[in-house]
């Protein structure tokens, strides 16, 4: 009795050591290895960067920390639970609102052997919204005609009968349609709208005078876009989403940081390389007319490598280059939707989702709905025989309200599932992505939050023979999941793509002017890397911690300076005789970097200098500020740059008076002023 007693005491000893065993093993060896491949472990990449010394890129650590985005040297981005506690008390799901509970009473089919659109009436739809089967009824469409510039439609051509299984013209792309009784006077059966991605046969290229080797194939890009959407409230808010981006060829960068505030400046770095600063001092104004069609856009250098493209979005007034921009006066791409939209804006009945200043209806159908057809529609004609770029961006449920998206996850599912289904992923790197995450709203109070703004979502799709054909292209973005990226790199990803389907030796394309040391995210990313290298301000920065200021008094003083500096800007931007000065009211929270090598236990370092992130209110309307300064506490200098400060609540309502994009962020108008 006793010796079975002291075995059994010695078996659960032995059981727990093994356990604790196993553990170690599995936390602390890479799960993945290539040991006998020569090629992957000496491999080296020329052109935009290279692993850091001595770094074996096949023997990487690809064990994922589940309490970092990255874990770096020097970047450290925590991951954030997305249902914590605190999320979860302010996250309220949405339900879907459907625009129209009506089937489709005509229905646009592609005729793949005349390779034209055909228009069927549905009959038996027709009989129920007619609740009779003898009622004649008649159908008719109007053409929406371009207008002389690149931003509007000019008119709707007359009238036009169509009976079943009419064939559409290959000069119409878009049209609004109606069906109405055969009696007089007729009564409206349904109203709908259509664009179209009308097929153009490819101009035969010149047959060069010696045979040469058939140049590499060329991956088609397709970048499908969200507005303010973080990864974490992508997790949240449209799971069943995130679960299908976690298939077999996507790859997630955990490390995309924005460089901007907005979407502009976030957007315009990934399709020009530029910030809007720096184009202004060496190409020109983004402000002024006919500047936008002077950028060298991605799309230019893709459309002269022989791709088609495409550009879409769902929202006029918000659109990514006209809201409080000129926008183009020459059509930037092939197939370039805004004159559709401005129809649809003007023509046809539009809905708003509750709470949204921002159309969520056009007609029959959700705004999102035109653009990811039209890009489908885009897929489905050219990619399996030529190269195409596309950017089809939506803005609509996403912007005004971050929990929508929970709303439209099942949509946004579908619109992948339908272009897996295609088969057009087949021949496509797809990108998904957000320009920033939520910048206002009370979910910024919450301590992850500066994180919610700063990471928005980065996902891309590499198809299967890309990634046999270029594995060491494929093994780098892998690695590149868990390092520190941003816009600039994306930019620099397209162009990468683009001098893939060329000759070797054909001309390099220009990286990003605005981050000489960003790369393609196809080339290992340095392990080392920091936010200045990735062309990241440090106000935007998500790298190193801030740790919150309570004890010392003169850290108090360092809001009031800022507001002085934000008072001063007025002056200089000539805006004093419309805005207000701003006065504090009082201060949210003041945070220090205190670099990666402190840790929260520590106590804080004295320093003369140091950075400094402070959250305040104004008396002017409450509005919320964030800002990043460099602030010496014993002279009370501070260094700041006004226009990266954050505006953390809405200004919809407090910058009528003026239009500068940026100024707005600042300026309570004397107008506006709330008592």
């Not at 088969?423 to 957000?434: D, N």
């Not at 400060?645 to 919809?652: C, G, H, M, Q």
Request: net charge negative; proline share 7%; with cysteine.
């Amino acid at each position: 009795m006793g010796f079975r007693a002291v075995n059994g005491q010695f078996s659960i000893k032995w059981f727990i050591f093994c356990v604790i065993f196993v553990i170690f093993l599995v936390l602390y060896t890479p799960i993945w290895s290539d040991d006998n491949n020569p090629r992957m472990r000496s491999q080296t990449y020329p052109g935009f960067a290279n692993p850091t010394p001595g770094e074996n890129l096949a023997n990487a650590p690809k064990v994922k920390d589940h309490k970092y985005f990255v874990h770096t040297s020097k970047c450290m981005i925590p991951y954030i639970d997305p249902f914590s506690e605190g999320a979860m008390k302010q996250y309220s799901p949405r339900t879907f609102i459907p625009c129209s509970n009506d089937s489709e009473l005509v229905s646009t089919l592609y005729d793949v052997n005349l390779k034209r659109y055909v228009l069927h009436i549905n009959e038996p739809v027709a009989h129920k919204l007619l609740n009779s089967t003898d009622k004649q009824f008649n159908c008719f469409y109007r053409e929406i005609l371009h207008g002389q510039e690149a931003e509007t439609y000019d008119t709707l051509a007359p009238s036009k009968y169509f009976s079943q299984d009419y064939v559409v013209p290959l000069h119409v792309d878009g049209m609004l349609l109606d069906c109405e009784t055969a009696e007089v006077p007729p009564v409206k059966i349904q109203k709908d709208a259509y664009m179209f991605i009308q097929y153009q046969e490819k101009q035969p290229a010149v047959k060069p005078r010696k045979e040469r080797a058939p140049p590499p194939r060329k991956p088609s890009v397709i970048m499908y876009g969200i507005d303010t959407l973080s990864r974490i409230n992508l997790r949240r808010t449209m799971p069943v989403v995130y679960e299908f981006l976690k298939g077999p060829g996507w790859y997630e960068m955990q490390g995309y940081n924005k460089v901007g505030d907005n979407s502009f400046p976030n957007i315009f770095a990934i399709v020009s390389g530029y910030s809007p600063e720096k184009a202004k001092e060496h190409v020109c104004d983004t402000d002024k007319k006919g500047c936008l069609d002077e950028i060298p856009m991605i799309w230019k250098y893709f459309k002269n490598a022989s791709y088609l493209t495409a550009y879409a979005e769902d929202e006029s007034g918000s659109n990514t280059f006209s809201y409080l921009k000129p926008g183009f006066t020459k059509k930037p791409t092939d197939y370039y939707f805004r004159p559709f939209l401005r129809a649809l804006e003007s023509k046809m009945d539009n809905y708003n989702c509750p709470d949204c200043r921002m159309t969520y209806c056009y007609g029959r159908r959700l705004a999102n709905s035109y653009i990811y057809d039209y890009c489908r529609q885009f897929m489905q004609r050219y990619v399996e025989e030529r190269p195409i770029f596309g950017m089809f961006w939506s803005n609509h449920f996403s912007h005004d309200d971050y929990f929508m998206p929970s709303a439209m996850q099942h949509k946004i599912l579908g619109d992948l599932l339908d272009y897996e289904k295609d088969g057009s992923l087949e021949h496509t790197i797809m990108i998904f992505f957000a320009d920033h995450g939520v910048r206002y709203g009370n979910i910024l109070s919450l301590p992850e939050g500066y994180l919610e703004e700063r990471l928005p979502m980065m996902f891309i799709y590499l198809p299967p023979w890309f990634r046999k054909q270029y594995p060491e292209y494929t093994a780098a973005l892998d690695l590149n999941q868990h390092r520190l990226s941003s816009n600039f790199d994306l930019h620099n990803t397209l162009k990468h793509i683009i001098e893939m389907g060329g000759t070797p030796d054909g001309p390099k394309l220009p990286i990003s002017y605005d981050c000489p040391t960003c790369q393609s995210l196809f080339y290992p990313i340095a392990e080392n890397r920091t936010c200045p290298e990735a062309g990241i301000a440090d106000h935007w920065c998500t790298c190193e911690p801030y740790k919150p200021i309570r004890s010392l008094d003169w850290s108090e003083r360092i809001a009031p300076r800022v507001i002085e500096q934000m008072n001063e800007y007025f002056v200089l931007k000539n805006l004093s005789h419309l805005c207000s000065n701003l006065s504090l009211n009082y201060i949210h929270n003041t945070e220090i970097k205190t670099g990666l090598e402190i840790t929260w236990d520590d106590e804080l370092p004295e320093l003369e200098t140091a950075i400094y992130r402070t959250k305040f209110k104004v008396k002017q309307n409450s509005a919320d500020f964030q800002a990043t300064v460099v602030f010496n506490n014993i002279t009370e200098a501070v260094k700041v740059n006004v226009e990266s400060i954050s505006r953390t609540n809405s200004y919809a309502e407090d910058s009528t008076c003026i239009n500068d994009k940026i100024a707005k962020l600042y300026c309570i108008c004397f107008s506006d002023l709330k008592s």
